[in-house]
């Protein structure tokens, strides 16, 4: 080592800040270049290095020699970048769960919708024809005085077609009596 390399690691390792420059700025480049290799991410690249040199500083009377600064430097930058990674792919698998429950849910609350729906359907089938008639223009948004124009039949004989469907329907549904009534029925 030449004497004038060896006075400015003495002078570091004293704490001078030109020194340190000195090597902030022989080292920086460098040692982005590795951690954008690493984690192809310019954003984290700047921090990571920053923070290296950061520890250096602290660690600077531990440090022996101009080699050993040089890797100490690597090695601090080669942690950062794996715990980068190891924290990364356990923000990737959580995202990934996270997901897989969203759609498994959204999947099993599709699957009950349409069970239900198929279940309502059903009894409204097994209905009597006229009480049959009357529910579905009813769950097709027609009113009282139009289902009785469509049918030919009074407004009342549409009322109690409605509620013995209705009872009909909360006997045989039992549990899913809420559906129902959130069908308008």
């Known amino acids: 080592m030449s004497e004038e390399t060896q006075d400015r690691f003495f002078a570091f390792q004293r704490g001078d800040e030109h020194a340190f420059r000195a090597y902030y700025e022989k080292y920086y480049h460098a040692l982005c270049l590795w951690v954008l290799r690493m984690i192809k991410n310019e954003t984290f690249m700047h921090d990571m290095v920053q923070e290296a040199f950061i520890s250096l500083w602290k660690a600077r009377e531990t440090i022996e020699s101009e080699l050993h600064l040089k890797m100490f430097l690597y090695q601090a930058v080669r942690h950062r970048c794996l715990n980068y990674l190891k924290n990364k792919q356990i923000e990737d698998r959580c995202k990934r769960e996270y997901l897989a429950l969203q759609e498994e849910a959204y999947f099993e609350q599709i699957v009950l919708e349409e069970e239900v729906y198929r279940l309502v359907i059903q009894e409204i089938q097994a ?7 009357v529910i579905e223009l009813h769950l097709g948004g027609k009113n009282n005085i139009e289902i009785a124009q469509l049918l030919c039949i009074s407004v009342n004989t549409v009322k109690t077609h409605k509620a013995r469907a209705r ?7 039992g ?6 009534m959130l069908l308008g029925l």
């Open 175 to 180: 549990d899913l009596l809420i559906v129902t």
């Open 167 to 173: 009872k009909t329907l909360k006997n045989k549904l």
């Open 127 to 133: 209905l009597p024809e006229e009480q049959r008639k």
